[in-house]
Each structure stands twice: as C-alpha cells, then as structure tokens.
C-alpha cells in the first residue's frame, strides 16, 4: 500500500466520523426538541391532540385528556369521531364527511371553528378549535388540533339571546297591551259619546213628553172643573159633550202613557223577545179589525195585498204593536174617503240577502221632506194633528223602529206632501 492510499483512507475514516458526528449532534438536537416539544404540549393550556387520516388519536397532551375526562392511554389508537365529536346536544348527528376537523387533512386546509365535546361521563362542553394538516414530504399524514372551552361564553351568549328574546316577548306584549289599552280607551270614549248623546236625546224627549202630557191633563182637569162647579147650569147636551171631550182625553192621555210605559220597558230590555213563525194575513187582519171602526167613521177603504198563507218570522206582540201604531197613523193622516193598502214583498239589503218587506201605504196629506227627517229621532217632536183634528202622541213610531231593530230589521218611509205615505219596514227571513 502506497503512502497516498494511506492518506485517502485516513481521510475517508475522518470524514465517515464528521457524518456520524453530525448524525449524533442532529439526533441529539432532535431529541431536545422532542424534550422540548413534549414539555411545551404537557405544560399547554388548552387541548391538543393528533389524528392519522383514519381519525385515530396519535397524541393527546394531558390538558385534552384531562377536559375530555379521559387518561391518555384510552384516547391512543382510538376513533375520535364516535368518541366525543359525533352528536350535538340536541341529539343531531354531524357526520364525519362534513366535520371540518377531517376537512384539514382532507383537503390540505387549517380550519378554525366552534363545536360540541363529549366528556366520558356523558356530559358536554362547547369548545372553539383549529385543525392543522400534518405534511411529510408533500403528503398529508394526519391533523393536529388545538382546542379550548368556551362553554361560560356560550352560556352567557344563550343567556343574552334568552334574555333578549324574553325581553321581545315582553315589548310585545306591553305594545299589545298598550294597543289594547288605548282601543279600550277609544271605544270608552265613543261609547261616552253616544251615552252623552242618548241621555241628552232622552232629556230633550222627556221634556217633550212631559209637555205633551200637561195639554191633554190641563184640559181634562178644565172639563171636570167645568162639570164640578157649573153642573147645575149645564143642559143634558152639555154634558154629553163635556163628557165625550173628556173621555178623548183620557183616551189619547191612555194611549200616550201606554206607548211611553212600553217603551221605557224596551229601553230597559225587560220586553221579551220570542221571535216565531207566524201567519202574516191573520195577523193583519186582526190589526184591521182593532182599527176598522175608526177607519169605518171616516169612509176608508182597506187594500190587502197580503197574499193567503202569507208567513214572517216575528214576536208576535211586537209585530200587532207595529202594525196597530202604522195603520192607525195611515187612517190619522189619510182623509175621508181614502184608501190604505197593506202588503209584502222581497226586499233585497245591502248585504245581499233577501227579507221579507212589508208595507203600508195611504192616500193621506203626506209627509214633507223637513218633518221625514225626525220623524224616528227620540229628542225631536213630530206629532200633528189628523185631517179631522185627531191626536197625536209621537211616540208611536220610536217604538215602531225599536221593534223593528230588535228584529235586526230596518223601519224607513217614502212620502211627498200631498201625495200619501208609505211606510216599509224589514223582517230577516228564516230558512
């Protein structure tokens, strides 16, 4: 062996230490960072774990086995996904294709995001967490994650949103409760309105009462005062007339007195109301047979135009009140030798419905426009006198359109002065 052979191996030996020496010092330094490594994820203060692209556990530091309530010996080699990251605490599944802590090593992405940890004891916790890919030579081999609780903020966000929604619900019903309030406050303020205007209609009508009532007393206590004192002067003739003038007034005094008595009983809703199937022409007859004589005195003829078996839905006493208070103003106002017609038809209201209409039509003096306006107005005073002077109580006919209204009908005349009246009014028809 030559003298430069021996220096090529002593040279080849040198440098195969130089390589084992670097080799010694990079294992050594990868050791440390295993040491130092191993310190950092022990001494961590949040979670951390690694995963293989099966999803098993290839690490985990004490902090995540510790808040998973695990030791780290039954997380090694075990499914991550079935353990404690499959369901969430309503019940629902996360599948594991859709879970973004397998998306990292999937797809070569870091995800960052909130879930759900299950404990072994079966309890949870909400964490926030960040997946990592593992990457050796290009190849994906797994993932690491870091994660921490967050519970107390979710908590505290299910408490705010608690607290807000409850809040909500508080506004809305204190909105409705002021809307509420304030319809009330309205329809109370409506409702005073049209009680202030009925008292002040019922004011006015009683002093109209009141007024019409004093003339027919005054003149009554007049006659009797006549008869009292100067009886012994008075022919038999004058007697039979004072008599005759008193039996009038006391027959209108009766009548006005019987229609306020009716219709202070309506007002108070202590008339009974029994609505019946009811033949319509025995009705109307009987009513011409009460008035006939009157009407017999001065020359009227009666038209029936109510067809046989004619049928209405009414209360009976209701109905002879409103047709006795109808023909007998008809006969009033109608001059000798007149006619009065009486008769039914359809009438189609607005809504659409068919009632049965029934009407009674005079060839009398009529009616003007001025006097039509109040002629159903509780504080205005309508009454007049007949052709031949006959009394009126002015009353009749409220109580004609407070009949009517209990029916749910509808009262209404047509006249020209000069021409006649017709008054109409409405029965709702029953199937």
Request: net charge negative.
């Amino acid at each position: 062996m030559t003298q430069s052979d021996d220096k090529n191996e002593l040279y080849q030996e040198l440098e195969n230490l130089r390589k084992e020496n670097d080799s010694l010092k990079k294992s050594n330094d990868e050791l440390k960072f295993c040491t130092h490594l191993k310190t950092i994820l022990e001494c961590a203060g949040e979670g951390i774990f690694g995963l293989d692209v099966q999803g098993k556990h290839t690490f985990v530091n004490p902090k995540g086995a510790a808040m998973l309530g695990y030791e780290i010996d039954e997380l090694i080699g075990k499914p991550s996904h079935t353990l404690w990251h499959h369901t969430y605490p309503d019940g629902s599944h996360f599948p594991r294709e859709e879970c973004p802590i397998y998306e990292s090593f999937k797809t070569g992405n870091t995800y960052r995001g909130e879930s759900y940890f299950w404990r072994k004891d079966g309890t949870g916790f909400y964490v926030d967490f960040v997946a990592m890919p593992l990457i050796d030579n290009e190849k994906i081999n797994g993932s690491v994650v870091s994660f921490f609780d967050i519970s107390e903020r979710i908590e505290a966000e299910i408490e705010q949103f608690e607290l807000i929604e409850n809040l909500n619900d508080s506004k809305e019903m204190i909105e409705q409760s002021l809307f509420e309030k304030n319809s009330l406050i309205y329809e109370l303020s409506i409702t005073k309105e049209k009680l202030e205007k009925i008292n002040s209609e019922k004011d006015k009508f009683f002093s109209i009462i009141a007024h019409d009532l004093k003339g027919p007393f005054n003149g009554f206590l007049g006659l009797s005062k006549i008869i009292a004192e100067e009886y012994q002067d008075l022919t038999l003739k004058e007697v039979q007339e004072l008599g005759k003038n008193m039996h009038e007034s006391a027959n209108n005094l009766f009548k006005l007195l019987e229609n306020l008595l009716e219709w202070a009983r309506m007002q108070k809703g202590s008339v009974a109301f029994n609505p019946e199937l009811c033949m319509l022409t025995f009705i109307v007859k009987q009513n011409l047979g009460i008035v006939g004589e009157f009407a017999k005195q001065k020359e009227i003829k009666f038209i029936d135009n109510i067809y046989e078996g004619a049928q209405v839905t009414a209360d009976i006493p209701m109905l002879n009140t409103v047709l006795r208070n109808l023909i007998s103003n008809a006969i009033k106002f109608t001059p000798r030798g007149g006619n009065i017609e009486i008769g039914i038809k359809d009438f189609i209201d607005q809504n659409q419905k068919t009632n049965d209409c029934i009407y009674v039509k005079d060839s009398g003096i009529g009616i003007d426009a001025e006097t039509i306006g109040k002629l159903f107005l509780l504080d205005q005073k309508v009454s007049r006198p007949g052709t031949e002077n006959e009394p009126s109580t002015g009353l009749g006919l409220i109580l004609c359109k407070d009949f009517i209204e209990k029916h749910g009908g509808n009262i209404w005349v047509e006249s020209e002065e000069g021409n006649g009246t017709t008054f109409y009014f409405t029965l709702p028809k029953t199937n």
